[in-house]
């Protein structure tokens, strides 16, 4: 194992940040055209620039080839200028040029194949310079711990700390809103660093404190780290809730920070932060007698001090010590604040300074004003290093804070020991070098086994130098280590190294964290890749006297050659060989061999003579330098690889063991045929192609490297077998089985070789079963051939050691066969299930039996309780067998459709009663069937004889019955067959009430479906018990119904009319139509409820006052006994439909006509879109019990009615009488014709507004003249006779027709363009009053004016019958007769 590098994160948008930057100093006169486009577009420049580019080649191919020769020139260097920072956890990286900046965050990404990788998108762009003239001179961003007690490691968030050449110092959240600004020194900001919390790794080490330092040429700042988190918290939390509330935000308060002046030095240009350090004794008094002579006096404690080195000329390198308390943090800024605060009024001095009633003018004239600098503390130099020709560039402290690297301008990197101050190492030739570090710790492998294992881990550490002159990477062990790496690299290359981790983190907080954080990356700016340094610890260590340099150099070696994939097997095997051999550490040679059997393509040959090999050698030692766990896995992984070899032998022979016909096995067929057809359906059903991967086939073999990752040998030498995952472990069973069950195979010797392998018959009879069910379609091919291979597979396992326990209790079930039952029990399978059940059933009689006459006495008892729960199981599973084969027919072409629903006897059972007609009324609605179909379909099954006759004529022979017949026939039978199995669980009513429910429950989820709630109550009109109906039909109203109803009627009430589609859709959550027939369900479903709750009063007696006063119905009518069939009695689960419904209390019946009222109301509202206030067609009392539980009683409307109610309800009954006739005009223009039975043009429509004037109080006769009024104004003067007969006040319709008449007249001879010359000199001859009379009549009243004069004589025939001889209007019916006979005279 050696140095990697390793590529983790990818940026992806390169030229947008390029362009972001130097957009300005771009002269493309295309940039400069888009320059408006891309700030107002979304950044699409990757994918744009090939989709684009074709389309400008073809326009200029020469502008085109400039710019791609100024992006190879510009794709390097321009990064040069740049300032970078890459948080330590490379979630954040910021790129900063001049006065512009760009962050850019992690993303996570999936590429083609399926993997996700990491890249940085920008997620923020802008200007960071507020100060005229100024730019950004350095960046580094911080993360901040999170406070949550769950955090494990990760930051909460990151802080940008940017500054810049004006002086001031800014602090930025990752979308790049400020948080904090301040002006530190009127200079330019160096360089910004930043030293966070490290654990200890030895005790006396001193903790350092968390410590922000801002280097300016003449001075350095100091921000305590403690104060620095709570600072940015505080004000990140303030800018949240400023940006929530939609306020200003506060301006906060500056920090405290420590200044020095660092003197005795020419020039200064980077420095160091080392921390806090004491000195020893001896070190106190040499420095003493340094500075202060030979009397020079001591000080009993030495104190301690900050450490800080800088890098620059005159000298070189400047050591500097700060002791602690020597400088108070400056807190001039809050005082200079509270002073101005103070010299206003105090309460708004104190409301301004808490942010309430914020002058901005005063805040913007203090903005304005530069903040006071405070004067820094002197700080003299200790020592330095001097070379007067020699100017520092960089220093790069190490994590052990013991050492640092610099660079300088004679291309020399220096190696400084900073508790000696001297220099101790120096490399030549890395001109414009950067630096980093990497501290990597020791894995615990290697010290496994050795008796100090308490020691603390050690670390190593190495030196990274990136040369850019010579595009190289190099590493170096510390001190004086060799380089143990090198990478060629490019030459604009930046190496990002942080120095620091999370903020906040203290000893407490971070116990148990993993902070995933990378030390050293660098940044390609031509690839955009971001790469990481992988260093070895075994590196750090002596080559020559590493052994385990040695085994990781060989254990390397072993891992390349096992990838490798055109070596030849002989040549695997003999490298394989003399590398375990040569591997020294038991740990690591241990480790080379797990990954050698866990190889893909070793092939199994090799795999067992190395590991024999490895095995005898191990056996040669003596036994005390033998590792005990290497030598375990030798012996169990060849015990493995023999029986795989042994098992691929038994089932590659060519001789297979001819299967002798069993006795036990005689009568097979005779039971098998009672449920032969039902087979041969599920067979036909479950046959259809589906898509599946290669590699999950059950046919693909079996690797030796599978077999042994699930196989394992325990302590004692058995073998036990790892349920990793269901598809492991079914190819595990078809390896070593299938060959068994097809008959390939030999069935004894397959079991005994398992058998003294030593694994346990209960792993290898789970096994067979799955196998068996897995391929269920293969069993039932070869139904004949696999049904006795498996009879005789299982004889072959019981009769092994442990199956069958000789003190098993005859009292009880034996666990062997339960584990077949419980098997079968669970799987979806039903066709494999039972096939292996009636299989199991008859080995398990033959072995009980022959257990039995082993014995002196019989045991009667517990071959029976076996026996019985064999019959239940085989019963079970042949009407679940029945139940799956009609759940598999596929829905016709249109369907709603879905997956189709498996069962199992578990299934079924935890269902609870209802489940078995849960699962058919799932299949009725995928089958979208009609309930008149179901209904027909069910109601049928009384006719037949037997469950086996029904079943034999479902399953039927497809070449003799089943060619000719439709599908809906084969469905119907089918359905027959399953309700003949459950007779007492799919009874019609419970099988209609789950259906009905299914589909309400439909509709519920997609409303916009009104047939679903229309088929819904349709099944419930088919259910014949009032209890289960009324019980259904208020769980649905309560649950589903009334709150939509009530939207629907507040919706309406809102805006006095029929609702326009959008604002249906917006409030009730459907459209206008589907609201429609939703209300028309509505009135169906309360019609239901009131029918059913006449049924029971009128069963309870004769009293006509009862459904006035009575609140629910008592239970005089018995109520239906629900039972379940006697297999199925173990049903333990959620309560049915049915039982549900037969707890439901009754309703009150004048709350339910209330509602069925207003519901009637709304559905002619939306039939016929009138306008309407529904709600205020009540009083007080009928809004007050609108929606309300249905079970109880409500204070309702009684006595007369507000007249002027009466007259608003009349006004809207007349005009949904009008619409009516309005319809009904397009579709029956002859009386012959059908109306259709729904829709706005239906017959019922005028006998339900006369029912509705009933109950709201509204004459009916009133009603009826208008609607005879309305036919006859509509021209449909055949349907007003038929009307007309049910009139009572026959002189106040005659009135109204007279008038009618009189128009009709008034539009043939006054209004008509083809007036006749005979019409004319009829005029001319009437009387004048009948003349009058006609001149003052209007007919645009008419509808229909130009109705045949037939027509208009039969109407004046009708009056004249109607009306009596010595009405008032009599003699002016006379003459209209004899104008009218003249007119049909002439015509």
């Given at each position: 194992m050696s140095c990697s590098l390793l590529e983790f994160c990818r940026l992806q948008e390169l030229k947008t940040v390029r362009d972001l930057l130097f957009k300005s100093q771009e002269s493309d006169p295309e940039d400069e055209r888009s320059h408006t486009e891309n700030e107002l577009s979304w950044d699409t420049s990757d994918w744009e620039s090939t989709w684009d580019g074709d389309a400008k080649e073809e326009e200029s191919t020469t502008a085109t080839k400039q710019v791609e020769d100024r992006d190879t020139e510009q794709s390097g260097p321009w990064m040069q200028e740049c300032v970078l920072s890459l948080s330590p956890c490379s979630d954040l990286l910021v790129v900063a040029h001049k006065h512009k900046a760009v962050f850019l965050s992690a993303k996570w990404l999936t590429d083609g194949s399926g993997k996700e990788e990491m890249t940085l998108a920008t997620t923020w762009s802008g200007t960071l310079s507020t100060e005229e003239g100024e730019s950004v001179s350095s960046v580094i961003c911080v993360p901040l711990a999170s406070q949550k007690r769950s955090s494990t490691g990760r930051p909460d968030w990151t802080c940008v700390v940017v500054g810049f050449t004006s002086g001031y110092v800014r602090f930025y959240t990752e979308n790049g809103v400020l948080l904090l600004a301040q002006l530190l020194q009127?200079?330019?900001?160096?360089?910004?660093?930043?030293?966070?919390?490290?654990?200890?790794?030895?005790?006396?080490?001193?903790?350092?404190?968390?410590?922000?330092?801002?280097?300016?040429?003449?001075?350095?700042?100091?921000?305590?780290?403690?104060?620095?988190?709570?600072?940015?918290?505080?004000?990140?939390?303030?800018?949240?809730?400023?940006?929530?509330?939609?306020?200003?935000?506060?301006?906060?308060?500056?920090?405290?920070?420590?200044?020095?002046?660092?003197?005795?030095?020419?020039?200064?240009?980077?420095?160091?932060?080392?921390g806090i350090m004491t000195l020893c004794v001896f070190d106190q008094m040499k420095n003493a007698s340094i500075l202060g002579g030979f009397h020079a006096s001591v000080k009993g404690n030495p104190p301690a001090m900050s450490q800080y080195v800088t890098v620059g000329a005159g000298p070189y390198t400047g050591f500097y010590y700060a002791v602690e308390g020597s400088s108070q943090p400056l807190l001039s800024h809050v005082a200079m604040a509270v002073a101005s605060k103070l010299t206003s009024a105090l309460f708004n001095a104190a409301s301004g300074w808490l942010g309430w009633n914020k002058n901005k003018n005063e805040d913007e004239a203090v903005q304005k004003q530069k903040p006071k600098v405070e004067p820094a503390t002197p700080l003299g130099i200790r020592f330095g290093l001097p070379d007067s020709r020699r100017h520092g560039e960089s220093i790069c402290l190490s994590p052990c804070n013991t050492l640092a690297g610099v660079t300088d301008d004679f291309g020399r990197v220096t190696l400084l020991d900073l508790v000696r101050g001297i220099a101790i190492r120096m490399w030549k030739g890395y001109r414009d070098a950067q630096l980093g570090w990497l501290q990597v710790p020791e894995e615990r492998v290697d010290r496994e086994f050795s008796p100090s294992v308490a020691r603390p881990k050690r670390h190593a550490l190495f030196l990274v130098i990136y040369?850019?002159?010579?595009?190289?990477?190099?590493?170096?062990?510390?001190?004086?280590?060799?380089?143990?790496?090198?990478?060629?690299?490019?030459?604009?290359?930046?190496?990002l190294y942080a120095g620091y981790r999370l903020m906040g983190v203290n000893s407490v907080t971070s116990q148990g964290w993993q902070l995933h954080t990378q030390q050293v990356c660098l940044l390609d700016p031509t690839t955009g890749a971001l790469r990481t340094v992988n260093v070895p610890f075994h590196l750090a260590l002596s080559d020559k006297k590493s052994e385990r340099a040695k085994d990781m150099h060989l254990m390397k070696k072993i891992t390349t050659l096992l990838r490798s994939r055109d070596i030849k097997p002989d040549v695997l095997e003999n490298e394989a060989r003399s590398v375990l051999l040569d591997i020294k550490h038991p740990a690591i040679k241990k480790q080379a061999l797990e990954s050698l059997l866990s190889a893909k393509d070793a092939p199994v040959s090799c795999l067992t003579n190395v590991t024999r090999a490895l095995s005898e050698t191990l056996k040669q030692q003596p036994p005390e330098e033998v590792d005990g766990a290497l030598h375990q896995l030798c012996s169990s992984q060849l015990k493995l690889l023999q029986l795989y070899v042994d098992i691929q032998e038994l089932h590659s022979a060519e001789e297979s063991q001819a299967s002798s016909v069993n006795d036990s096995l005689e009568g097979f067929e005779e039971e098998l045929s009672r449920v032969a057809s039902t087979l041969q359906s599920y067979a036909q059903l479950t046959s259809k192609p589906s898509v599946s991967f290669a590699q999950d086939s059950p046919d693909s073999p079996l690797s030796a490297q599978a077999f042994l990752s699930q196989i394992e040998c325990t302590v004692d030498g058995e073998l036990k077998i790892?349920?990793?995952?269901?598809?492991?472990?079914?190819?595990?069973?078809?390896?070593?089985?299938?060959?068994?069950?097809?008959?390939?195979?030999?069935?004894?010797?397959?079991?005994?070789?398992?058998?003294?392998?030593?694994?346990?018959?209960?792993?290898?009879?789970?096994?067979?079963?799955?196998?068996?069910?897995?391929?269920?379609?293969?069993?039932?091919?070869?139904?004949?051939?696999?049904?006795?291979?498996?009879?005789?597979?299982?004889?072959?396992?019981?009769?092994?050691?442990?199956?069958?326990?000789?003190?098993?209790?005859?009292?009880?079930?034996?666990?062997?066969?339960?584990?077949?039952?419980?098997?079968?029990?669970?799987?979806?399978?039903?066709?494999?299930?039972?096939?292996?059940?009636?299989?199991?059933?008859?080995?398990?009689?033959?072995?009980?039996?022959?257990?039995?006459?082993?014995?002196?006495?019989?045991?009667?008892?517990?071959?029976?309780?076996?026996?019985?729960?064999?019959?239940?199981?085989?019963?079970?599973?042949?009407?679940v067998l029945v139940l799956q084969t009609l759940l598999l027919v596929p829905p016709p072409q249109g369907a709603a459709g879905g997956a189709a629903a498996h069962c199992s006897i578990k299934v079924l059972l935890e269902g609870g009663t209802g489940g078995i007609a849960d699962s058919v009324s799932k299949w009725v609605f995928r089958q979208n069937m009609a309930p008149e179909k179901l209904r027909e379909i069910v109601l049928k099954r009384n006719a037949d004889d037997s469950g086996e006759e029904a079943e034999q004529k479902a399953g039927g022979d497809p070449e003799e019955k089943g060619r000719s017949q439709a599908d809906t026939d084969s469905t119907a039978e089918l359905l027959t067959a399953v309700c003949l199995r459950f007779p007492q669980s799919l009874s019609p009513d419970l099988l209609f009430a789950h259906s009905s429910w299914e589909y309400v429950v439909q509709w519920n989820k997609d409303p916009e479906e009104g047939r679903y709630l229309s088929w819904a109550v349709e099944h419930l009109k088919l259910i014949s018990s009032p209890h289960i109906q009324l019980g259904i039909s208020t769980m649905m109203w309560s649950t589903f119904i009334v709150k939509r109803f009530s939207t629907a009627a507040f919706l309406m009430e809102k805006v006095g009319k029929?609702?326009?589609?959008?604002?249906?859709?917006?409030?009730?959550?459907?459209?206008?139509?589907?609201?429609?027939?939703?209300?028309?369900?509505?009135?169906?479903?309360?019609?239901?409820?009131?029918?059913?709750?006449?049924?029971?009063?009128?069963?309870?007696?004769?009293?006509?006052?009862?459904?006035?006063?009575?609140?629910?119905?008592?239970?005089?009518?018995?109520?239906?006994?629900?039972?379940?069939?006697?297999?199925?009695?173990?049903?333990?689960?959620?309560?049915?439909?049915?039982?549900?419904?037969?707890?439901?209390?009754?309703?009150?019946?004048?709350?339910?006509?209330?509602?069925?009222?207003?519901?009637?109301?709304?559905?002619?509202?939306?039939?016929?879109?009138?306008?309407?206030?529904?709600?205020?067609?009540?009083?007080?009392?009928?809004?007050?019990?609108?929606?309300?539980?249905?079970?109880?009683?409500?204070?309702?409307?009684?006595?007369?009615?507000?007249?002027?109610?009466?007259?608003?309800?009349?006004?809207?009954?007349?005009?949904?009488?009008?619409?009516?006739?309005?319809?009904?005009?397009?579709?029956?223009?002859?009386?012959?014709?059908?109306?259709?039975?729904?829709?706005?043009?239906?017959?019922?429509?005028?006998?339900?507004?006369?029912?509705?004037?009933?109950?709201?109080?509204?004459?009916?006769?009133?009603?009826?003249?208008?609607?005879?009024?309305?036919?006859?104004?509509?021209?449909?003067?055949?349907?007003?006779?038929?009307?007309?007969?049910?009139?009572?006040?026959?002189?106040?319709?005659?009135?109204?027709?007279?008038?009618?008449?009189?128009?009709?007249?008034?539009?043939?001879?006054?209004?008509?363009?083809?007036?006749?010359?005979?019409?004319?000199?009829?005029?001319?001859?009437?009387?004048?009053?009948?003349?009058?009379?006609?001149?003052?009549?209007?007919?645009?009243?008419?509808?229909?004016?130009?109705?045949?004069?037939?027509?208009?004589?039969?109407?004046?025939?009708?009056?004249?019958?109607?009306?009596?001889?010595?009405?008032?209007?009599?003699?002016?019916?006379?003459h209209l007769l004899e104008a009218v006979d003249v007119l049909t005279t002439e015509d």
């Open positions: 009127e200079d330019k900001v160096l360089r910004l660093k930043c030293r966070t919390y490290e654990i200890p790794r030895h005790p006396g080490v001193t903790e350092q404190p968390e410590e922000l330092s801002i280097l300016y040429p003449a001075a350095l700042v100091t921000i305590d780290g403690f104060s620095l988190f709570q600072s940015l918290r505080a004000c990140r939390n303030q800018v949240a809730r400023a940006a929530a509330a939609g306020s200003d935000v506060i301006q906060p308060p500056p920090l405290a920070y420590k200044k020095w002046a660092l003197q005795e030095m020419d020039s200064i240009v980077d420095h160091s932060s080392v040369a850019p002159r010579r595009g190289i990477l190099e590493v170096w062990a510390m001190q004086q280590g060799p380089r143990v790496g090198a990478f060629t690299v490019g030459k604009h290359c930046r190496l790892n349920e990793k995952s269901n598809a492991e472990w079914k190819k595990l069973g078809n390896f070593l089985f299938w060959g068994c069950l097809c008959g390939k195979s030999p069935i004894h010797k397959v079991c005994g070789t398992l058998q003294q392998a030593g694994i346990s018959p209960q792993q290898l009879l789970s096994l067979l079963l799955s196998v068996w069910l897995q391929r269920e379609k293969e069993v039932l091919q070869n139904s004949a051939v696999t049904v006795r291979q498996l009879h005789t597979l299982l004889l072959s396992l019981s009769d092994m050691k442990g199956a069958i326990e000789d003190s098993w209790d005859p009292q009880s079930v034996s666990p062997w066969w339960q584990q077949v039952r419980s098997t079968c029990i669970q799987t979806n399978n039903a066709a494999a299930a039972l096939l292996a059940a009636l299989v199991t059933h008859r080995a398990a009689k033959a072995s009980i039996a022959a257990r039995a006459d082993s014995k002196l006495q019989s045991e009667w008892e517990a071959v029976s309780l076996e026996l019985e729960q064999w019959v239940v199981c085989v019963r079970q599973l042949e009407d029929a609702p326009k589609d959008r604002l249906c859709r917006r409030d009730v959550g459907m459209g206008d139509k589907a609201m429609t027939s939703f209300l028309g369900s509505c009135v169906q479903l309360l019609q239901i409820l009131m029918e059913v709750t006449e049924v029971l009063f009128r069963d309870q007696g004769h009293l006509s006052f009862i459904r006035f006063y009575a609140d629910s119905a008592v239970e005089e009518v018995s109520a239906p006994e629900l039972s379940v069939e006697e297999v199925w009695c173990g049903a333990d689960g959620p309560a049915s439909i049915a039982e549900l419904a037969l707890d439901q209390r009754g309703v009150h019946f004048p709350l339910v006509q209330h509602h069925f009222l207003l519901a009637s109301l709304l559905h002619v509202a939306m039939t016929f879109s009138l306008r309407v206030k529904p709600l205020s067609l009540f009083d007080s009392k009928g809004k007050n019990a609108f929606f309300r539980d249905l079970t109880t009683i409500q204070l309702m409307p009684s006595g007369d009615m507000d007249p002027g109610l009466i007259s608003l309800r009349q006004e809207f009954l007349m005009r949904a009488l009008v619409g009516w006739v309005q319809a009904i005009d397009d579709v029956a223009s002859t009386p012959s014709t059908p109306l259709p039975a729904t829709g706005p043009t239906a017959d019922w429509w005028p006998s339900l507004c006369l029912e509705l004037g009933v109950l709201l109080q509204v004459n009916p006769d009133i009603l009826q003249r208008h609607l005879v009024c309305e036919l006859y104004n509509q021209g449909l003067d055949v349907r007003a006779e038929e009307m007309m007969l049910e009139v009572e006040d026959k002189d106040v319709l005659g009135s109204q027709l007279l008038v009618l008449t009189g128009q009709r007249l008034c539009y043939s001879l006054l209004h008509s363009q083809s007036q006749t010359q005979a019409a004319m000199e009829l005029l001319a001859r009437l009387p004048p009053t009948l003349c009058t009379w006609l001149k003052a009549m209007d007919p645009s009243e008419l509808r229909c004016p130009m109705v045949p004069l037939a027509q208009t004589s039969r109407l004046v025939g009708r009056l004249i019958e109607m009306l009596p001889e010595n009405h008032a209007q009599y003699s002016l019916a006379l």
